[in-house]
């Protein structure tokens, strides 16, 4: 009996040594786990990469400085911004997709390569949605038809006419090929049964160079970015693309009000960052952009640029679950669009 008792209380003792033994072997596996806890529940605590996917001085980066500076003052971080153009958008974005999942790095996304370049890239494609998070919609905005100041035009009607007089001969420019832009001069092209020719460009700067200088006769760009030249009269208006009129610059007709309803393009700008970000992070960078969104003086100056509020949530903000389903209702509406009208990006 001694000896059996002996032999049960060996074996007891080495269970227990065993299931210590297990315990310490899986604390080094929870301690990563642990830490992203604590870390998600910090953030941030070092300064957080803002990668704009377009050149300086266009609407996305001036959303993304306007915005990066609110959440500097607010969250006592810097957000750097980073251009990382190319590809209609999809160079910076498929870094962010690719990059890690940490939250600090974060991407302020567009329409284009946020909705549009799925369709119009297709297999080309270097990121699928599911590899960005949607964290929240700053902006929207009308897209404007503009010419250089010299084209003897006035209004929508008139240029149509005078692309239809001048078969081929005229050229639009835009920011990048599958973006907003190059979708409304595309859309014009089907609606108005006129010839032109897309001219891409790295970004709203060098396009908009080139419309003043004359070289290219016509451009499209989002409104915040043009709205300095068309003020101060070295670019002309000829419509914006939204269902009415913008504020901003409420002396220019709709592309709706001049006859052709079927050109209609809201673009937009929101903040995304890779797939995997932790949901503390998501929704805490959520509700800063939200509250970003609501201060009135931030929205005056981006209201001045002839942006339009959100109104993903009832009381007009933001939501990474509203722009969640926003964004996947962007992606199969332009879908269609991009099949219609036939665009490519060769």
């Known amino acids: 009996m001694h000896e059996t008792s002996m032999r049960r209380r060996a074996l007891l003792g080495a269970g227990g040594g065993f299931a210590l033994l297990g315990a310490g072997l899986a604390l080094p596996a929870l301690l990563p786990s642990i830490a992203r806890a604590q870390g998600s529940a910090n953030w941030p605590t070092r300064p957080v990469r803002f990668v704009v996917p377009f050149t300086p001085a266009g609407t996305t980066d001036i959303a993304a400085r306007i915005l990066g500076e609110r959440l500097n003052a607010r969250l006592g971080q810097p957000f750097p911004i980073e251009n990382r153009a190319g590809a209609g958008g999809n160079i910076g974005s498929e870094l962010v997709a690719k990059g890690e999942a940490d939250g600090y790095t974060i991407l302020m996304q567009t329409i284009s390569s946020g909705a549009i370049n799925y369709q119009l890239y297709g297999a080309k494609m270097p990121y699928r949605p599911e590899e960005l998070a949607n964290i929240g919609l700053l902006i929207r905005v009308p897209n404007v038809i503009f010419v250089n100041k010299d084209l003897p035009v006035r209004n929508l009607k008139e240029l149509v006419a ?12 835009s920011s990048g090929a599958g973006t907003s832009l190059h979708m409304t001069g595309e859309l014009l092209k089907l609606e108005a049964k006129i010839d032109i020719t897309h001219v891409p460009f790295r970004g709203a700067g060098p ?17 915040p970015s043009v709205i300095g030249h068309l003020r101060e009269g070295r670019l002309r208006a000829m419509a914006v693309t939204t269902r009415s009129r ?15 309803p079927g050109v209609e393009a809201t ?34 100056k981006l209201a001045d640029l002839g942006g339009m509020k959100p109104e993903l949530t009832p009381d007009g903000g933001t939501s990474p679950e509203g722009f969640d389903r926003f964004v996947k209702a ?3 509406k332009w879908s269609a669009i991009v099949k219609r009208s036939g665009a490519t990006v060769d």
Do not use: C
């Open 330 to 332: 962007e992606i199969e």
């Open 162 to 173: 005078y692309a239809k007089a001048h078969p081929g001969q005229l050229n639009f420019g």
């Open 207 to 223: 396009m908009m160079a080139e419309v003043m200088a004359g070289r290219v006769q016509m451009g499209v760009d989002n409104l």
């Open 267 to 300: 673009a937009w700008f929101g903040v995304q960052a890779q797939g995997r970000t932790p949901k503390p992070i998501v929704d805490k960078l959520g509700r800063e952009i939200d509250a970003v969104v609501k201060e009135p003086e931030t929205w005056a």
């Open 246 to 260: 913008s504020p901003a610059l409420s002396e220019v007709p709709t592309t709706a009000e001049e006859g052709f």
